[in-house]
């Protein structure tokens, strides 16, 4: 019944933003008036004569941010306790258990636990289901059950889990926990140096800079910069990274809005730390935005040797708007381009298709630009890498598998089966992965491709007209090819679940910190950024 009332006033709650953001409204101020007024009638209504007891704050909040969800992911409203949240994202300060924690499946799950903080101290480990904190049953509770783990430095909490069939109680102390942009920097060998780049908050450029300097004076003559999986952040920080390797004055990127005041054009603007020094800037399809941005500048620039696989396509730049009551909107209000003029957005909102999702923009309707040196690079779908490894991009299997959160549960019975003397010596055998295909079995898992749901629809279709006698049999038996196809995919995509399952039993064993360190003996990414980065013919074939 919430969804029916939801439905009756999100429209109506559009006027309100509108109003409120005191942007360009002027031509319909007649209509958003009218629906203002709408709105709280109908609001004031529901609450007064809706048969069961209602709650204002939680039905507002729904509806809010039900339509919000109409525009794009990123226009989001923050109720008070959200704005902490997003405080915390922005900043890179929390103050917790020292774990990553998420809902699975219904379950609170520790994803990872950071090594040497409260968590990892009182025996907690990934996989492992919070059942109770303090005595509160996370089942029962009806607020976000997260908010239980946060607290003062300092003070400590009883947290009730399960692991393995068996139930265990440890005391944590909550901590103050600095969340790093730059989570690793070493050498992989004498002269190329490695950084990871893990977001762009408030941090990321001075400990960027640390690290390049760190990293040159133990002899670096060569830099890998990783962004993968780095979902972006400030744009500001996305400024000062690229800044690093170019000259002060130099065009980063442009944005262009509606709204005059928000085109603007941001450009570097201190001297740069090295201008010559060879990069090579890893990414793949979980970076995005201001990920994007570095990338593609970079690119676009002749600057840096982008490797591996397309990058995620957000080319929508958004600012944070302070409401009234401690809350606060963040809003799409333009567009970024790269120096060589293109936008990388991939999917497009203003057009949706029949089940509501945007439609990503096709290949065929991509433009072409140019770089600095006059090589080709287009828009409308990320950043397409100078070195494409086709392994490090998720098929349609792979990602099923990944929703399904199978990969990280198997990762949680290996951890209890096995015992890893040497963890950067590891392999996931052939035998591994035959047990991995066991367990996706045995745990029931499955997924309908598109052509099943495409079938499934001419079927019903099929009913109707009752022609469904005549088709049944080749119906079962395409669904019968279809269902050893995908049993095909598995092996098809072995080695790309390979690598992922290999990612997430090393960090079982090793923490994060050790998963990095592994990757510079075996990542096929970071072996073929090292070798281009060593060749400076293959370094400047890219370029030219």
Avoid: W
């Amino acid at each position: 019944m919430k969804k029916k009332i939801v439905q009756f006033i999100v429209l109506p709650v559009v006027a309100i933003f509108i109003f409120i953001s005191t942007t360009a409204y002027n031509n319909d101020f007649f209509e958003i008036a009218k629906q203002i007024e709408i709105f709280t009638t109908l609001f004031k209504e529901v609450n007064m004569n809706y048969v069961d007891d209602t709650n204002p704050a939680d039905l507002m909040d729904t509806a809010i941010k039900s339509m919000l969800e109409d525009l794009d992911p990123y226009t989001n409203f923050y109720n008070e306790q959200d704005v902490e949240a997003e405080r915390i994202r922005r900043t890179g300060d929390y103050s917790g258990i020292g774990a990553h924690i998420a809902t699975l499946k219904d379950k609170v799950v520790i994803i990872e636990a950071y090594k040497d903080y409260p968590a990892d101290k009182a025996g907690l480990k990934a996989g492992d289901e919070i059942i109770k904190v303090d005595g509160t049953l996370l089942a029962d509770y009806k607020e976000d059950a997260l908010d239980l783990l946060k607290g003062a430095p300092n003070s400590k909490i009883s947290v009730e889990y399960f692991r393995q069939g068996k139930t265990f109680t440890a005391e944590v102390s909550r901590s103050e926990r600095e969340i790093d942009a730059v989570p690793h920097f070493s050498l992989i060998n004498e002269q190329v140096g490695y950084i990871v780049l893990s977001k762009f908050n408030q941090k990321t450029t001075t400990q960027t800079i640390y690290a390049l300097k760190d990293l040159k004076a133990q002899g670096a003559k060569q830099i890998i910069l990783d962004l993968r999986g780095n979902p972006g952040g400030l744009l500001s920080e996305a400024v000062n990274i690229v800044n690093l390797f170019v000259p002060k004055g130099q065009v980063v990127v442009t944005t262009k809005s509606k709204i005059k005041e928000y085109n603007k054009t941001y450009t570097t603007q201190n001297e740069p730390l090295d201008l010559n020094i060879p990069v090579v800037v890893l990414i793949d399809g979980k970076s995005a935005s201001a990920s994007e941005i570095v990338a593609g500048t970079l690119q676009d620039l002749d600057r840096a040797v982008i490797v591996g696989s397309r990058s995620f396509g957000k080319g929508l730049v958004q600012r944070v708007k302070k409401l009234t009551y401690g809350t606060q909107f963040k809003v799409t209000i333009s567009r970024y381009y790269t120096p060589s003029g293109r936008c990388i957005q991939a999917l497009d909102y203003r057009n949706r298709d029949d089940k509501g999702n945007a439609i990503r923009k096709k290949e065929d309707n991509f433009s072409e630009f140019t770089t600095k040196n006059g090589r080709k690079v287009f828009d409308g779908g990320g950043v397409m890498p100078d070195k494409v490894l086709a392994n490090t991009k998720n098929s349609a299997i792979t990602r099923a598998i990944l929703d399904n959160q199978s990969i990280f549960d198997f990762a949680t019975e290996f951890y209890y089966s096995n015992s890893i003397p040497n963890i950067n010596t590891f392999k996931f055998s052939d035998a591994h992965f035959n047990e991995f295909k066991n367990f996706l079995k045995s745990s029931g898992f499955n997924f309908k491709t598109e052509t099943e749901l495409a079938l499934e629809k001419a079927l019903e279709v099929a009913k109707n007209e009752q022609l469904d006698d005549d088709i049944k049999k080749d119906y079962n038996a395409l669904l019968k090819n279809i269902e050893a196809s995908k049993l095909e995919a598995i092996d098809d995509n072995k080695s790309q679940l390979v690598n992922l399952l290999t990612e997430e039993i090393v960090k079982r064993y090793a923490y994060r910190e050790g998963l990095y360190e592994y990757y510079k003996i075996h990542n096929e990414e970071i072996k073929t950024a090292s070798a281009i980065l060593q060749n400076p013919n293959t370094y400047n074939s890219y370029l030219k």
